[in-house]
């Protein structure tokens, strides 16, 4: 049977050098998977955590809050966290106006109506936590990844 003193010696060996980073930058993705999966099912939503990306919530929300999302269904002035057409990440306003299956949202800080209207379908959840600046995180790598456009 093999101890404790062991093992640490062949973790240890195994993550020397450049294989060892390529180790746990798998393991921290594993594990950032294995959690948001978590808190999806947790929080009956598809996207538990988005980071605010603009400054049209501003004072309620700022540009690097990161929000945690959680299902349920939305009424008049309530921040939701939706897929809008031609944008590639999800946005974050407050639901405006309700039409039936209809809904029309708007930025605080925006001075308009947004030009969409949305439907129920197009919802993934509302805004819970706001945990302030840790969405700078996500926003900076999609920047990196995008080749910061």
């Known amino acids: 049977?093999?101890?404790?003193?062991?093992?640490?010696?062949?973790?240890?060996?195994?993550?020397?050098?450049?294989?060892?980073?390529?180790?746990?930058?798998?393991?921290?993705f594993a594990i950032a998977l294995g959690v948001n999966t978590a808190l999806g099912v947790g929080l009956h939503t598809d996207t538990p955590v988005v980071a605010v990306m603009s400054d049209s919530m501003v004072p309620t929300l700022l540009r690097g809050d990161m929000i945690i999302v959680y299902g349920g269904n939305a009424s008049v002035g309530d921040i939701i966290v939706f897929d809008a057409p031609n944008y590639r990440y999800p946005i974050i306003h407050r639901v405006y106006q309700m039409n039936g299956e209809k809904i029309k949202t708007k930025g605080d800080n925006n001075s308009m109506v947004d030009p969409w209207e949305i439907d129920a379908s197009d919802i993934h959840g509302k805004a819970g936590l706001r945990v302030p600046l840790l969405g700078w995180v996500k926003i900076i790598f999609v920047a990196a990844v995008s080749g910061f456009r």
């Open 1 to 28: 049977m093999t101890n404790f003193a062991d093992l640490k010696r062949k973790w240890d060996k195994l993550t020397a050098g450049w294989t060892g980073s390529i180790i746990y930058v798998i393991l921290g």
